[in-house]
């Protein structure tokens, strides 16, 4: 389970801010934030080489989260990860039919769009404005997409610039009560922002925030599997004006 908050163009200050928490396996290994050295600047997943979320600083940016099928994902599908750093590097990827289920929210600068292979492969243009991204369909209103879009929106009306309001957001280990349907969602287990558990929870909460002129930060606050803060990293970066 992963969810994310993006505002894209919704703010006179901001042209991009991201909350989202990547939920995995602890014992998938993975690599902090960092630059690659090509212009990424991501995470990378060791097990399949690429990325669930970055920036690249030619001005742009993909993350991507599971589309939750009761089987699971399937095995020797193409890697989704590898999507995302495609996408990075301005390329299209290939095989989108073929990737275990997903959902895409990406931008080159220019324009934002949604990317999905579920029922079939899709792309829809983002309006500005606040979008919210978890494990089912784009339009799905879990309360925990709910939950982060309500804490974007109010760390945008307060425009004091300081990430960590939002990196607390993506703390939220309790559902919001206002905002909790019971025919919507996920297991109870998976209801919360962030997941605490030994095998499988949050392994790392990012916050991304690039402002109207390309000046841009990336935080990467990574837990253990007690759900403990067990590292940090913080980039600056510059996207083209």
């Known amino acids: 389970m992963c969810v994310a908050a993006v505002a894209w163009n919704a703010h006179p200050r901001w042209r991009l801010v991201v909350a989202g928490n990547r939920d995995e396996f602890h014992a ?3 690599a902090p934030l960092a630059r690659w050295g090509d212009g990424i600047i991501a995470g990378k997943d060791l097990t399949g080489g690429g990325t669930w979320l970055g ?11 599971n589309f939750r099928q009761p089987e699971g994902p399937q095995p020797n599908r193409p890697s ?8 990075l590097q301005g390329r299209t990827p290939e095989q989108l039919a073929q990737m275990n289920t997903f959902n ?3 931008s080159d600068g220019d324009q934002a769009g949604f990317l999905t292979n579920y029922p079939e492969v899709r792309f829809v243009p983002l309006a500005p404005g606040i ?14 997409t709910l939950q982060l879009e309500a ?28 905002l909790a349907r019971a025919s919507e969602g996920p297991e109870p ?31 990467e606050r990574r837990f253990d599997a007690q759900g403990q803060a067990s590292g940090e990293t913080r980039l600056e970066f510059r996207w083209p004006g």
């Not at 945008?156 to 703390?171: S, V, W």
């Not at 998976?190 to 605490?196: D, G, W």
């Open 104 to 106: 895409v929210i990406h």
């Open 151 to 178: 804490a974007l929106a109010d760390w945008l009306q307060a425009d004091i610039g300081d990430c960590e309001p939002l990196l607390d957001a993506l703390r939220a280990e309790t559902p919001d009560p206002a």
């Open 80 to 87: 989704r990860g590898q999507m995302v750093v495609d996408l």
């Open 131 to 144: 979008h919210g991204l978890s494990n089912g369909g784009f339009h799905d209103r879990w309360p925990k």
């Open 28 to 30: 998938r290994p993975a």
């Open 189 to 219: 287990r998976f209801a919360p922002v962030f997941i605490r558990d030994e095998t499988y929870g949050t392994r790392c909460s990012t916050v991304i925030a690039v402002d109207v002129a390309g000046a841009g930060t990336i935080v």
């Open 55 to 65: 920036v690249h600083e030619a001005g742009r940016f993909a993350l991507v989260t």
